[in-house]
């Protein structure tokens, strides 16, 4: 039995979704903390447990008989840690084989402020005996083109990381990493380093946009702090904000870069270039 916690967030679904291609329903659990966001899964055959990193009851009841789980990290920054840890003591109170969890890119050394909690997870999980594999994915190609309109709209992409080059991938290409790593063996104890195949800069990005929609669409570097009033602006909260802008900086330095294509290699196919995300949004 396979367990995906955070199943019904974007990439939780997207993984159930590749898992049902090879494994009967009944053998997944979505564990999440609303049931009715998946009920599409449960009506496939799925489990669904509710569970709440906060509550190590709810994660003592849904990994039961689990054999493998996948912890897609929490998104509540400054919390994480500790719901990861309590995932964590769970997983290895239910003798769970294999505990793959969701990092980030070189957390080990990387330069954006979010890594430190993933490191910390990171530490926490080899330290607690539980067999592990850690999936340390890049910045999702999505993160950017879901500013595609805004950009139509004034003529520029706007951010602080400079000339730096990215080496995001699509939502869709993590998961199928995912995927794969929860159904192959002998994965104990590793570590990747997931990013997309080729890299790009925020000026390259806002090329492609140009090129595909027709319009002038320039890339418009801004200090941090400028960039997170612009975020700020846009109706953001400041915590969400300043954490965009510190990763763009963290980016500048080079954070979001690798091109070793493990990814690619891992799912056995390129991954989803920067020019097909761009298309698929401008053709909706």
């Not at 019904?8 to 903390?33: D, I």
């Not at 789980?69 to 920054?77: H, K």
């Not at 080990?108 to 402020?113: C, E, N, Q, R, V």
Request: glycine share 6%; aromatic share 6%.
């Amino acid at each position: 039995m396979i367990v995906i916690t955070a199943a019904s967030g974007q990439l939780g679904r997207l993984v159930l979704h590749e898992l049902l291609k090879s494994v009967p329903a009944n053998q997944l659990v979505a564990a999440v903390r609303n049931p009715e966001k998946v009920s599409d899964f449960a009506s496939l055959g799925v489990q669904v447990r509710q569970i709440d990193y906060t509550q190590p009851h709810t994660l003592d009841i849904a990994f039961a008989g689990a054999e493998k789980v996948l912890l897609i990290s929490s998104s509540e920054i400054g919390d994480r840690v500790t719901q990861h840890t309590n995932v964590i003591n769970a997983c290895k109170q239910a003798g769970v084989k294999l505990l793959a969890y969701t990092s980030l890119l070189h957390a080990d050394s990387s330069p954006l402020p979010l890594a430190a909690e993933h490191y910390q997870t990171e530490v926490v999980l080899k330290e607690s005996g539980v067999p592990y594999v850690i999936l340390r994915n890049s910045w999702y190609t999505e993160n950017y083109i879901v500013s595609i309109p805004v950009a139509l709209e004034y003529g520029a992409v706007m951010g602080c990381a400079g000339e730096a080059k990215i080496a995001s991938a699509a939502r869709a290409d993590y998961a199928a990493a995912a995927a794969t790593v929860l159904l192959a063996n002998d994965q104990a104890g590793k570590v990747y380093e997931l990013s997309g195949d080729v890299a790009y800069t925020l000026s390259e990005f806002a090329a492609e946009v140009s090129q595909q929609s027709g319009k002038q669409v320039i890339y418009q570097n801004l200090s941090e702090d400028e960039y997170i009033n612009v975020l700020k602006n846009a109706g953001l909260p400041e915590p969400v904000a300043v954490m965009l802008a510190e990763s763009e900086t963290g980016a500048a330095k080079g954070g979001l870069f690798d091109d070793s294509q493990t990814l690619s290699q891992l799912i056995g196919r390129p991954t989803t270039t920067l020019s097909e995300s761009i298309q698929a949004v401008l053709k909706l």
